[in-house]
């Protein structure tokens, strides 16, 4: 009995000790639970939480020290791969093959590395126009 009363009178002694909160008309007032914190950023200082809360900054600057490159169109290729000729056939003979046949504009040629020398293999772009 006379420790539920210590302790009535302990929580009484806490809650009087606590200041009134000021509330303006038409204001709210921050009610928060005792022995919590405000959430902040584990292990860091005020300025590291204020740097965290930061946000990032996007845009365009117009500088007229840089100067930029304007995009230039890239024809668009379509590719196909060729294999199972001899392993003696080189890019050189393909690309000289191709041109002397077809006549495209634009040509890449790249040897495969394959698995067994006894066939070549080919990655063979050309232009979509071309195709």
């Not at 022995?35 to 860091?44: A, E, I, Q």
């Not at 200082?45 to 890239?74: D, E, H, W």
């Amino acid at each position: 009995m006379q420790y539920e009363q210590v302790n009535k009178l302990q929580d009484q002694q806490t809650v009087s000790k606590q200041p009134a909160p000021a509330a303006d008309a038409g204001s709210f007032v921050e009610v928060r639970r005792r022995g919590t914190k405000t959430p902040t950023v584990s292990g860091s200082s005020p300025s590291k939480q204020a740097a965290a809360v930061k946000q990032i900054q996007l845009g365009v600057r117009n500088n007229v020290n840089i100067k930029t490159v304007p995009k230039q169109a890239q024809p668009r290729l379509k590719a196909m791969f060729v294999f199972r000729f001899a392993s003696e056939v080189e890019e050189k003979e393909m690309v000289s093959y191709i041109n002397q046949e077809l006549k495209v504009s634009n040509l890449k040629v790249a040897k495969l590395k394959t698995m067994y020398d006894t066939y070549s293999s080919f990655y063979v772009a050309v232009a979509e126009s071309d195709f």
